[in-house]
């Protein structure tokens, strides 16, 4: 079915040596035809599963599509995963083939289905890259871009890659040497790929969170008498990810303290849809805090925040130095290959992040981590100035630029 619609090298010897881990994808079903013209520019996105590899991939095509109106843009993901709603609500059109996903642990019978599972997928994706006829494959990670670019690299279609993680997936490591050119969101990760085909211009960041919002009226938007306090400090909590609870009941256990001890400091919290309902039961009602499932605009609540309070994904990192806001970050122990870890301490090295382990969360330290960055103006206007100066806002224009230029299409701008 088609559906419609300045950096530098950085080290940190807290990072332990991470092994080689494998990690590839499992599979739902193949797509046969597509509604997108069979001349011209045409170019397929293949990443899913979850945020980070998707909206990457959305806000490229978001460049392409501004630089060559014409151009054709087909997205391949899973059924399964949030690109099957996320790309046709962005305008483009959505084709989906089997998932491949290695199971954990490596022995586990699951396995055993893996290589007929990755042929069925890669023979889904060859027939879409035949019927589209793309001049180039753009892999943003995922389970489904491994056996998409395999396809590509089959069928003669050029591909690159774009990996957000400070450690790159499995994957993307594999399919690189097969790549026209990598880009990468980190100069760090620059080791772990042929150095001639390696571009560095940081994540693509939507283009909703680089615009101007006054802090003014995006506190309003969630404490309409915010106005009426002096001297407002804003946390901002991201407990949305689907491993966050340790965050939000480490928020549960000290929301009320805080706002007890600072009469001028207000929350908003973001739980996640599967931590809501606990929540919400849970947590008394207080006028200074706003208590969401999810929060939909995005670059309100970077706005009105002046700490922000996350996991580590590659995707956060990047938006939290492009709004340049200082961090408490918590890495996830179950990403994969302990990607978060590497974010994390990256984003200590570069901009001063505040990390705490899983094993050191609890209402007690991230109080403490708090007090310590919301009470010293000096520290977070030395955090936000470190986030904006390694910020690069422009990623997806320079990335989407490079791409043209591999195809020798000229830009209409």
């Not at 045409?42 to 460049?63: C, K, M, S, T």
């Not at 753009?138 to 774009?162: D, F, N, R, S, Y």
């Amino acid at each position: 079915m088609v559906t419609s619609s300045a950096t530098a090298t950085f080290t940190s010897s807290k990072l332990p040596n991470y092994p080689f881990l494998p990690r590839p994808p499992r599979i739902t079903r193949h797509v046969s035809s597509c509604l997108l013209p069979p001349s011209g520019l045409r170019l397929l996105f293949a990443g899913g599963g979850n945020g980070r590899h998707v909206y990457p991939a959305i806000a490229i095509a978001d460049e392409i599509r501004s630089s060559v109106p014409s151009a054709g843009i087909l997205f391949v993901g899973t059924d399964a995963g949030m690109e099957s709603s996320a790309v046709p609500k962005a305008g483009y059109d959505f084709a989906s083939v089997p998932p491949t996903r290695l199971a954990r642990p490596v022995l586990s019978p699951e396995n055993l289905l893996l290589p007929f599972a990755l042929v069925r997928s890669v023979l889904a994706s060859w027939r879409i890259i035949r019927e589209f006829r793309p001049q180039v494959v753009v892999g943003t990670g995922g389970h489904v871009a491994a056996p998409v670019c395999v396809a590509a690299v089959l069928a003669g279609v050029k591909i690159v890659i774009q990996e957000q993680n400070a450690y790159p997936g499995l994957s993307n490591r594999i399919m690189a040497r097969y790549a026209a050119k990598v880009f990468l969101a980190f100069n760090a990760c620059v080791k772990f790929f042929p150095k001639e085909k390696c571009a560095v211009y940081g994540n693509p960041v939507r283009l909703s969170l680089r615009r101007y919002v006054s802090k003014a009226v995006a506190r309003s938007h969630f404490f309409p008498r915010a106005m009426k306090v002096v001297d407002v400090k804003v946390l901002l909590v991201l407990g949305g990810a689907t491993d966050a609870q340790a965050i939000n009941m480490a928020v549960r256990n000290m929301y009320y303290d805080v706002l007890s001890e600072h009469k001028n400091w207000f929350i908003i919290w973001q739980t996640g849809l599967d931590g809501y309902n606990e929540m919400e039961s849970l947590v008394k009602n207080h006028r200074r805090l706003h208590l969401t499932p999810f929060l939909h605009a995005m670059d309100l609540a970077y706005a009105a925040a002046d700490i922000v309070i996350s996991r580590a994904g590659a995707m956060t990192c990047t938006e939290i130095l492009t709004t340049g806001k200082p961090s408490i970050l918590i890495p996830s122990t179950k990403a994969t290959e302990d990607h978060q870890t590497f974010n994390a301490y990256i984003m200590e090295d570069i901009a001063g992040s505040k990390v705490i382990t899983e094993e050191e969360l609890d209402a007690c330290s991230l109080h403490i981590a708090i007090n310590e960055v919301l009470g010293n103006e000096d520290l977070m206007a030395d955090m936000s100035e470190k986030m904006l100066r390694f910020a690069r806002p422009n990623a997806a224009a320079d990335i989407a630029q490079n791409i043209l230029s591999i195809v020798e299409v000229p830009s209409s701008k």
